[in-house]
């Protein structure tokens, strides 16, 4: 116990003296608040409020009720945009097109074909398209509404069925991605946190000449081993810990129900965020010292080490990508974690069992690590790799 | 005491085979300056690395006050103090808190080991040094706080790697008082150097070693007397029959 001490405390030291490692890990922590509030506060603007939408009329002269339509819904005509949007509006380029037998049509009562082109795929109009969608087929069923009233016919008629939509689980489209990258960016700070204080305690320590040193004294390697474990760990919960409270303190400024979010990061969700990170913060600085010892040099190590880096980013969007998820996926390291926190997230109640075993299963691959780690440690192999 | 039983080891690649040991045997006895000579790759680190327990012999056993070093090679590597062929220091760290690192690794702790780290400063006349981080310290300084941490648990046995490497006049004499003092103690000290003046002066016994086996042994007259040579550094030629490795 006096040795892991006395190991584990140096580790510390060493980690908190290098400014430029620890500054990396909370660098992290501190960047995820602030992008996260950004894109919610973008997000909630495009959602929510109606910013103006220029459209490039032609024969706009023709139906001056529909054009009023459309400006009572802010959606106005390309030749009063403003100059420093005019770019941008050009780029989007709607084409609203009416013909010039509208009012002829109309009066005659006949079907008008008005034609609407943009770049249907351009995620930027989305919104926008949808809006003038909106005000079409409201303005054509108000005409529609009042022919049947004219004579005599109840509107109802034409709802026969009435559907009431009641979302129960699902986030809007905004919400989930926002989940998402949530989801993403704090398994990516529980695995990269740690990631500079691994490599400099094993590969820096191998190429300073003072693992031979640490080698030859009367510690078991296994002792080596978890002292850097967990130093590395440290310093990924705490980075963990800061972007999670940041998160939860920078989010209360922002309303994520306007955007059909139904998560809140409250103290429990917190919490619980954090009984699920913890061990993939010890999972990934074993990953990370299990490669890095075994690179020669520093740079070896690095480059090594970052390939890590697709775990914690590939894993998550294969999760999503897969509709039938084989039952393993909810148990396996990572791809449990991310599952559950996808869960968090849609505001479902979380499934402490699933937690239970992927935390297990996560903490036995840990130790699995550490133990081949220590016994390549006492190897020949690295020792004669030492100079 | 520090026994060597027949040592045999070879390193294999795919290519060649390497026989870095050949039935080493030899003993450094307690109270005593036991210095290793050897031309370069004669097998000396092979053979100090076998002691420290970091490579298995194929054949043949080493033991630290009679503890066996591979079968229990923490108990071995408690007795004995080591300051290997190429020494780093933590560059974050302070040399006391180097020193006291080392300490609490062999066990030490509270007042006996604040009194042990008290005693190597002042032994080695490393006060001034003793709270300033280890980044940019000279070389002389370095071995100082190597020789500090390898021996603030007083081991019964030290082991030195070619420690002048490197070090100026004034650094090589506190090395070597520091030895003379230490030995007088009755510790075992097993020392390997490529300075014939320094191994002369210093060791109480010399061993010569060439291709991974013993090829002379006894006191630095004994072996010049036995080669019928004056100087250490010529009866070590004639002694390895080549002068391979004397310039280094």
Redesign the interface.
């Known amino acids: 116990m006096i040795q892991f001490k006395a190991l584990l405390l140096k580790e510390l030291k060493e980690a908190f003296r290098d400014k430029r490692a620890l500054m990396v890990a909370l660098s992290m922590g501190v960047l995820l608040p602030v992008m996260i509030m950004v894109m919610s506060k973008v997000m909630i603007n495009e959602a929510v409020d109606n910013p103006a939408i220029y459209v490039k009329f032609s024969g706009e002269e023709y139906a001056p009720k529909l054009i009023k339509a459309f400006k009572d819904e802010n959606i106005l005509s390309f030749k009063d945009v403003p100059e420093d949007e005019k770019r941008n509006w050009n780029e989007r380029n709607i084409d609203f097109i009416i013909p010039d037998t509208f009012a002829q049509d109309m009066s005659d009562g006949k079907p008008i074909e008005i034609i609407l082109r943009a770049e249907y795929g351009e995620k930027s109009l989305a919104s926008p398209l949808r809006r003038i969608r909106d005000v079409v087929s409201d303005y054509s069923r108000s005409i529609g509404f009042k022919r049947l009233l004219v004579r005599g016919i109840d509107v109802k008629l034409l709802q026969p069925v009435n559907l009431q939509e009641q979302d129960t689980s699902l986030p809007t489209s905004n919400a989930l991605m926002i989940s998402l990258v949530l989801g993403m960016y704090l398994m990516m700070g529980a695995f990269m946190s740690g990631l500079s204080i691994s490599i400099d305690s094993s590969a820096g320590e191998r190429e300073r000449n003072v693992l031979e040193m640490l080698l030859c004294q009367p510690v078991s390697t296994v002792k080596i081993v978890l002292a850097k474990l967990f130093c590395s760990s440290i310093i990924a919960i705490i980075s963990i810990t800061l972007m999670l409270t940041l998160t939860s303190f920078s989010m209360n400024f922002v309303d994520l129900a306007k955007i059909g979010a139904t998560f809140n990061i409250d103290i429990m969700t917190t919490l619980t965020l954090m009984l699920l990170l913890i061990p993939i913060c010890f999972l990934a600085s074993s990953l990370q010292l299990f490669f890095a010892f075994q690179a020669k040099t520093f740079k070896e190590a690095q480059s090594t080490v970052t390939m890590l880096i697709m775990l914690p980013s590939f894993v998550p969007m294969a999760m999503m990508m897969m509709d039938d998820k084989p039952a393993w996926t909810e148990w396996m390291p990572i791809s449990g974690q991310s599952l559950l926190m996808e869960d968090i997230f849609k505001g479902l109640p979380v499934d402490w069992m699933v937690l239970l075993v992927t935390s297990g299963a996560t903490l036995a691959l840990t130790a699995g690590l550490v133990f081949t780690l220590a016994k390549k440690l006492t190897s020949e192999k690295v020792v004669m790799s030492l100079s | 005491m520090i026994e060597v039983n027949n040592l045999h080891k070879s390193?294999k690649s795919k290519k060649d085979t390497v026989k870095a040991l050949d039935g080493l045997s030899f003993q450094a006895k307690d109270g005593e300056i036991t210095g290793i000579l050897g031309p370069n790759g004669a097998g000396k680190t092979t053979c100090l690395?076998t002691l420290?327990?970091?490579?298995?012999a194929d054949e043949g056993f080493a033991t630290i006050d009679g503890i066996h070093v591979t079968k229990n090679?923490?108990?071995a590597?408690?007795r004995?103090g080591?300051f290997?062929?190429?020494?780093?220091?933590?560059?974050?760290?302070t040399a006391y808190?180097q020193i006291?690192?080392?300490a609490?690794?062999?066990?030490l702790?509270g007042t006996a080991k604040k009194q042990a780290i008290e005693n190597v400063l002042t032994d080695l006349d490393m006060r001034e040094l003793a709270h300033r981080k280890t980044a940019g310290f000279s070389q002389g300084q370095r071995m100082k706080v190597?020789l500090a941490?390898a021996l603030v648990h007083q081991p019964q046995n030290f082991v030195l790697d070619e420690p002048t490497r490197g070090l100026d006049v004034m650094s090589t004499r506190v090395l070597r008082n520091y030895l003379s003092k230490f030995k007088e103690k009755g510790h075992c000290i097993l020392f390997s150097s490529h300075v014939m003046q320094e191994v002369a002066a210093l060791c109480d016994r010399v061993i010569i070693v060439a291709n991974g086996k013993l090829a002379a042994q006894g006191t630095p007259q004994e072996l010049c007397d036995l080669a019928g040579e004056t100087q250490l550094e010529e009866a070590f030629v004639k002694l390895i029959g080549s002068d391979e490795g004397v310039a280094a």
């Open positions: 390193f690395r420290y327990g970091l490579l298995s090679p923490l108990a590597r408690a004995l080591i290997p062929d190429k020494f780093g220091l933590y560059e974050r760290l808190e006291d690192y080392f609490s690794l062999h066990g702790t190597t941490q």
